[in-house]
């Protein structure tokens, strides 16, 4: 089967979080801060998915982010994919059953993610303190927020694949 019914399941779940993310963004448009939450929208795919599958949902949630975002066309779809491979190349040593390593390793990727976006602003940007303010102040809101994002993302992935009677485990890893 070219597509597991579990990467749809994962791509609605990633457009939830987004749709959310955006939400909170609009009621933080009159502060400086706003949230930036791509971090766990690649961890449970990566950790659960064959490749074929895998692919398909994260580059499906890319172009989604890529639509939704005011950034450079095809940034966020590559990063996602640059931050899904790296985790499903070392995906052998998580523990996708619990959320410690899922939520450890969606921090990781939401600073890989904020760093990107810092770094596709362009040179001109990088002399400006208030550019660097801005994103210490994104960092460090999406962080605190992550932490409470995280694990409630993860559980509610994993709710939607009992309530639609759907495998719970990760894919076997072929032994080398």
Request: aromatic fraction near 14%; hydrophobic fraction near 60%; include cysteine.
């Amino acid at each position: 089967m070219l597509l597991d019914p579990r990467a749809i399941v994962f791509f609605c779940a990633n457009a939830l979080l987004l749709f959310l993310m955006l939400l909170v963004n609009s009621a933080l448009a009159a502060s400086p801060v706003y949230l930036l939450l791509l971090g766990p929208m690649v961890v449970l795919p990566a950790l659960y998915l064959r490749h074929q599958s895998y692919f398909i949902c994260t580059l499906f949630s890319g172009l989604w982010v890529d639509a939704a975002l005011p950034v450079p066309f095809g940034l966020c779809t590559s990063g996602l994919l640059l931050c899904g491979a790296f985790v499903f190349m070392t995906r052998s040593r998580f523990r996708a059953e619990h959320n410690y390593h899922p939520i450890l390793i969606a921090h990781g990727l939401n600073f890989f993610m904020i760093g990107l976006l810092s770094l596709a602003a362009g040179f001109p940007e990088w002399s400006s303190v208030a550019f660097w303010i801005q994103v210490a102040t994104t960092s460090l809101a999406s962080h605190g927020a992550l932490l409470v994002v995280a694990p409630w993302f993860f559980n509610f992935e994993r709710m939607l694949f009992m309530l639609f009677h759907l495998e719970n485990e990760p894919e076997e890893l072929p032994l080398l």
